[in-house]
Nanobody, 120 residues
């Protein structure tokens, strides 16, 4: 299973960006998909998650500004980021909790990261 993220870039404070992450491969199903971020000089932190049934969870810092969604038919997760703040500057990583056919348990997969820079 490979996760391919896209959509990062440079935006001014108050602007918007939409990140996408597609999971590719064969013989798997995805339980939870999510986005994490790592600001410069800081630890990686959770941004938002969405289950296969559509239940979402957000970090307090992004509630009301970011929206996570997924298209199960495309194994793709999106992160719509509005009203961006300088503090949202980070490398954003997508993740997927995956069940591989024929294997017991779930495995965690990560995308390569995409840079989001918000200029103040």
């Amino acid at each position: 299973v490979q996760l391919q993220a896209s959509g990062g870039g440079l935006v001014q404070t108050g602007g918007s960006l939409r990140l996408s992450c597609a999971a590719n491969g064969n013989g798997f199903s995805i339980n939870v998909m999510g986005w994490h971020r790592q600001p410069p000089g800081k630890e990686r932190e959770l941004v938002a998650t969405v289950t296969s049934g559509g239940t979402t969870n957000y970090a307090d810092s992004v509630k009301g500004r970011f929206t996570i969604s997924r298209d199960n038919s495309k194994n793709t997760v999106y992160l719509q980021m509005n009203n961006l703040e300088h503090e949202d500057t980070a490398v954003y990583y997508c993740s997927a909790l995956v069940r591989i056919s024929g294997r017991v348990g779930l495995a965690d997969y990560w995308g390569q990261g995409t840079q989001v820079t918000v200029s103040s």
